[in-house]
């Protein structure tokens, strides 16, 4: 019985029951401010290691970023947005940042989002919204839509699962029960 205590102590090691998630994101849109001009982008986002498939949302992120460029009159913008563009403090015009997706074993069921602004140097302040997977866009509050596109979210699969901490030290105290059993036998 003990042997198998300790086999399943290995086991259970071995497997990984936890692991966080990282998601590619791209972006295919067209210019709504000049005929003809593409605007692409791309980022990803990670979730914190005991984050489980399901609805998840800003404070499941361990790390998010994406960027884009956005061409006016022949000029490049290119915007970048991080973690924190996720959580801003209300604006006059009443939008507040977030995120939300939903994960399943098989991809990215619903993402939406909503940056803080990012500025431009040849063009116009500009934020990311995601309104689903088949409706994205950048804009500036004060305008209408400056790109609209559609967002590809693509689901990575893990190759090395991170084992879960609580599984762990179950493990390890199966592990140096087993120890200390067959040292008291030795002697």
Do not use: H
């Not at 209300?90 to 939406?112: H, M, N, P, Q, R």
Request: aromatic share 8%; net charge negative; charged share 15%.
């Amino acid at each position: 019985m003990k042997a198998v205590i300790c086999a399943g102590a290995l086991a259970l090691l071995g497997a990984g029951a936890a692991q966080a998630a990282l998601v590619n994101l791209s972006y295919q849109g067209k210019s709504q401010v000049e005929t003809g001009v593409d605007v692409t982008g791309s980022g990803a986002f990670t979730t914190k290691s005991a984050t489980a498939l399901g609805a998840i949302g800003v404070d499941d992120l361990a790390s998010f970023s994406f960027s884009f460029s956005f061409s006016y009159q022949g000029k490049v913008d290119t915007y970048a947005y991080d973690l924190s563009k996720l959580t801003c403090a209300k604006k006059f015009d009443g939008s507040i940042c977030g995120f939300s997706a939903v994960l399943s074993s098989t991809g990215v069921d619903s993402l939406e989002l909503l940056t803080d602004m990012a500025p431009g140097a040849f063009s116009w302040d500009q934020r990311l919204v995601v309104d689903s997977l088949q409706l994205a866009f950048t804009e500036n509050p004060d305008m209408p839509p400056l790109s609209t596109g559609k967002l590809t979210a693509t689901l990575v699969p893990d190759a090395n699962p991170l084992p879960e901490p609580a599984s762990l030290a179950l493990a390890g105290l199966a592990l140096g029960g087993c120890l200390l059993g067959s040292r008291r036998r030795s002697r």
